[in-house]
């Protein structure tokens, strides 16, 4: 299962970035109108892709490298013309430049059929450190821009203009009203996946027998729910609603793959790199609330054995990994308790600086190359790794057929700099047909842990999804 990729040759891209105001006037989340768009916003900053230039897809275990590859050739004509300056995300003029850009997502499984997945959006609409962008990406091979792209033609900011107001009037965005009201458009069903709520319980207690066993330390298991709706969904009400709720997680669209995530693999930027690790986690709902709510997290979470055990092999499988990269490594010792509105998480924020990473040109590893290396970690796989990942394939592929597809991979952007930041596919879904979106969640499961107690959970980390798609949860 090594598929090197879509037959198709790289592209040539070229592209053009410019300061401007958000198309619309508002808010970034408000860019994303048809469901369509690629997008990556926290806080309300971030990107938002629309329309395509080029994809490239590809499945197997050399799916990040076939990736990477791809990449380099696609971008290799823009980083020669540019002699290989301003290799930070913030260059000098302070105008946020990431071109050429693409977003990614990348199957949790080696095995897995689903395709990885990258998409240069023909625009990315961008906001970052209060400035708004524009950058508009050709394939300067395609037949529309070969032959004035000989005589030395290159994109520029007039055309980009033109060609936006084309973009967004083909997509039908004309008018934006009753957005924020429009409920969903029909009755909604939420049913089991393929791996039903007691087929779930099933396979926690036969993987506390198996941690038991000696066999392993950690595993995570994932269960799916899918959601029909009698209308048309809203994707688009969906993403926005996911940035309004929940700001601090990092909320990702990539071809179909939709969600709101609170973990980070991996962002480079420059020479350094951050990740955010997340495993201990416990439900807010019913639970206290302010000091009192802090207080019991502390007790549940920061005092409890259990959990930090799953946390500290979860950081020891990023730290161990990333740590050859790296000049410095930081991690705390002790993690925080991160809350969101569902649930509150053990986190660790880790800071490196990366080796190769000086100068004009980098040598050592980007964002990419990162990203394979450090994918999956024991807070979505197990530890050992190996042990975990052929038993997630056994006790949740081969005994219910759930394949996780991209969920728990790698999602993000990157740049032709070897910048740019992935997250973990969490708290998210995919969305099948116009009317139908599959959910996923999983839970760290260690010796100590409790089947119903770790279903009750997957509900919790589904619910961000459950309640942007607009069902009570
Ligand atoms: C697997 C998921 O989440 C992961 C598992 C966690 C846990 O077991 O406590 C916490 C955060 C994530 O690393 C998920 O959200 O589906």
């Given at each position: 299962?090594?598929?090197?990729?879509?037959?198709?040759?790289?592209?040539?891209?070229?592209?053009?970035?410019?300061?401007?105001?958000l198309?619309?006037?508002a808010g970034l989340a408000e860019v994303v109108?048809?469901?369509?768009?690629?997008?990556?916003i926290?806080?309300g900053e971030g990107m938002v892709?629309?329309?395509?230039?080029?994809?490239?897809?590809?499945?197997?275990?050399?799916?990040?490298?076939?990736?990477?590859?791809?990449?380099?050739?696609?971008?290799?004509?823009?980083?020669?013309?540019?002699?290989?300056?301003?290799?930070?995300?913030?260059?000098?003029?302070?105008?946020?430049?990431?071109?050429?850009?693409?977003?990614?997502?990348?199957?949790?499984?080696?095995?897995?059929?689903?395709?990885?997945?990258?998409?240069?959006?023909?625009?990315?609409v961008g906001s970052?450190?209060?400035?708004s962008?524009?950058?508009?990406?050709?394939?300067?091979?395609?037949?529309?821009?070969?032959?004035?792209?000989?005589?030395?033609?290159?994109?520029?900011?007039?055309?980009?203009?033109?060609?936006?107001?084309?973009?967004?009037?083909?997509?039908?965005?004309?008018?934006?009203?009753?957005?924020?009201?429009?409920?969903?458009?029909?009755?909604?069903?939420?049913?089991?996946?393929?791996?039903?709520?007691?087929?779930?319980?099933?396979?926690?207690?036969?993987?506390?027998?198996?941690?038991?066993?000696?066999?392993?330390?950690?595993?995570?298991?994932?269960?799916?729910?899918?959601?029909?709706?009698?209308?048309?969904?809203?994707?688009?009400?969906?993403?926005?609603?996911?940035t309004?709720?929940?700001?601090?997680?990092?909320?990702?669209?990539?071809?179909?793959?939709?969600?709101?995530?609170?973990?980070?693999?991996?962002?480079?930027?420059?020479?350094?790199?951050?990740?955010?690790?997340?495993?201990?986690?416990?439900?807010?709902?019913?639970?206290?609330?302010?000091?009192?709510?802090?207080?019991?997290?502390?007790?549940?979470?920061?005092?409890?054995?259990?959990?930090?055990?799953?946390?500290?092999?979860?950081?020891?499988?990023?730290?161990?990994?990333?740590?050859?990269?790296?000049?410095?490594?930081?991690?705390?010792?002790?993690?925080?308790?991160?809350?969101?509105?569902?649930?509150?998480?053990?986190?660790?924020?880790?800071?490196?600086?990366?080796?190769?990473?000086?100068?004009?040109?980098?040598?050592?590893?980007?964002?990419?190359?990162?990203?394979?290396?450090?994918?999956?970690?024991?807070?979505?796989?197990?530890?050992?790794?190996?042990?975990?990942?052929?038993?997630?394939?056994?006790?949740?592929?081969?005994?219910?057929?759930?394949?996780?597809?991209?969920?728990?991979?790698?999602?993000?952007?990157?740049?032709?700099?070897?910048?740019?930041?992935?997250?973990?596919?969490?708290?998210?879904?995919?969305?099948?047909?116009?009317?139908?979106?599959?959910?996923?969640?999983?839970?760290?499961?260690?010796?100590?842990?409790?089947?119903?107690?770790?279903?009750?959970?997957?509900?919790?980390?589904?619910?961000?999804?459950?309640?942007?798609?607009?069902?009570?949860?």
């Amino acid at each position: 299962m090594n598929n090197p990729g879509s037959a198709t040759p790289a592209p040539r891209l070229a592209s053009v970035t410019y300061a401007r105001p958000l198309p619309g006037g508002a808010g970034l989340a408000e860019v994303v109108a048809t469901g369509t768009e690629c997008a990556w916003i926290r806080c309300g900053e971030g990107m938002v892709g629309l329309g395509t230039a080029a994809r490239f897809t590809t499945t197997g275990s050399g799916r990040f490298e076939a990736a990477r590859r791809w990449w380099m050739a696609a971008t290799e004509a823009e980083a020669a013309e540019s002699g290989g300056a301003d290799r930070s995300t913030v260059p000098d003029d302070g105008l946020p430049r990431r071109s050429p850009l693409a977003f990614a997502a990348f199957a949790f499984a080696d095995d897995s059929p689903v395709d990885s997945v990258l998409v240069v959006p023909e625009f990315v609409v961008g906001s970052t450190h209060g400035r708004s962008w524009l950058t508009w990406q050709v394939d300067l091979d395609s037949p529309a821009n070969a032959q004035r792209a000989a005589a030395g033609w290159r994109p520029g900011q007039a055309e980009a203009e033109q060609r936006l107001e084309e973009l967004l009037a083909e997509a039908g965005r004309g008018s934006r009203d009753g957005w924020a009201d429009a409920g969903p458009a029909g009755g909604l069903e939420l049913s089991d996946g393929a791996l039903s709520q007691e087929g779930y319980r099933a396979a926690v207690a036969r993987g506390v027998r198996l941690i038991e066993a000696g066999d392993l330390t950690k595993l995570v298991l994932a269960r799916d729910a899918v959601v029909r709706s009698d209308g048309p969904l809203d994707v688009a009400r969906v993403l926005r609603t996911l940035t309004e709720r929940y700001r601090d997680c990092w909320t990702y669209a990539v071809d179909g793959l939709i969600g709101s995530t609170p973990e980070m693999l991996v962002k480079v930027d420059g020479d350094t790199a951050r990740a955010r690790v997340l495993a201990g986690t416990l439900d807010r709902e019913g639970a206290p609330v302010g000091a009192a709510g802090t207080e019991y997290a502390r007790q549940l979470l920061s005092d409890n054995p259990k959990q930090r055990h799953e946390h500290r092999l979860a950081v020891d499988s990023l730290t161990e990994r990333l740590e050859p990269f790296t000049t410095s490594l930081e991690a705390a010792d002790e993690p925080f308790v991160l809350e969101l509105p569902n649930v509150w998480h053990l986190a660790t924020d880790v800071f490196a600086r990366l080796v190769g990473a000086e100068g004009a040109r980098r040598t050592g590893p980007g964002a990419l190359a990162l990203t394979e290396v450090l994918h999956p970690t024991a807070a979505v796989c197990g530890t050992p790794r190996e042990a975990a990942a052929a038993l997630i394939s056994r006790l949740e592929t081969a005994d219910h057929g759930l394949d996780r597809g991209l969920f728990a991979g790698p999602v993000g952007w990157l740049d032709g700099n070897g910048n740019g930041e992935f997250g973990i596919a969490l708290r998210g879904a995919v969305v099948e047909d116009e009317h139908t979106v599959r959910l996923y969640a999983g839970c760290g499961i260690v010796a100590a842990s409790d089947p119903e107690a770790e279903l009750a959970e997957t509900t919790a980390k589904m619910r961000p999804m459950l309640q942007a798609l607009g069902l009570r949860a």
